[in-house]
């Protein structure tokens, strides 16, 4: 079973930062690649970062050169930066893994944690 666990999102002013963080528990092989979503209240969910195993990075439009997400073995962060009121959302960690049994891989989500940006 895999467990993910995020953390360090709250309350912060326009301008400011926060580092969210997502740990990886369990049982698997690998894992591949990592990312962070956000969903704001009546919206979809979308992508807001995603890094691969060799570190090669993806961010949406709305965040480019304010956020910066990085890993090491089995966590990934989210160094927010600039936040804007647009920025709240719940952000979600994403996390593909390959299976112990090395014959598959499956994407894993968090449960999300909460970023409110007031004006």
């Known amino acids: 079973q895999v467990r993910l666990v995020e953390s360090g999102g709250g309350l912060v002013q326009a301008g400011g930062s926060l580092r969210l963080s997502c740990a990886v528990s369990?049982?698997?092989?690998?894992?591949?690649?990592m990312g962070w979503y956000r969903q704001a209240p009546g919206k979809e969910r979308e992508l807001v970062a995603t890094i691969t195993g060799d570190g090669t990075t993806n961010y949406a439009d709305a965040v480019k050169d304010r956020f910066t997400i990085s890993r090491d073995r089995s966590t990934v962060y989210l160094q927010m930066t600039g936040l804007k009121p647009e920025d709240t959302a719940v952000y979600y960690c994403n996390v593909n893994l390959r299976d112990v049994s090395r014959l598959y891989d499956m994407d894993n989500w968090g449960k999300g944690t909460l970023v409110t940006v007031s004006s």
């Open positions: 369990g049982s698997f092989f690998s894992i591949n690649a």
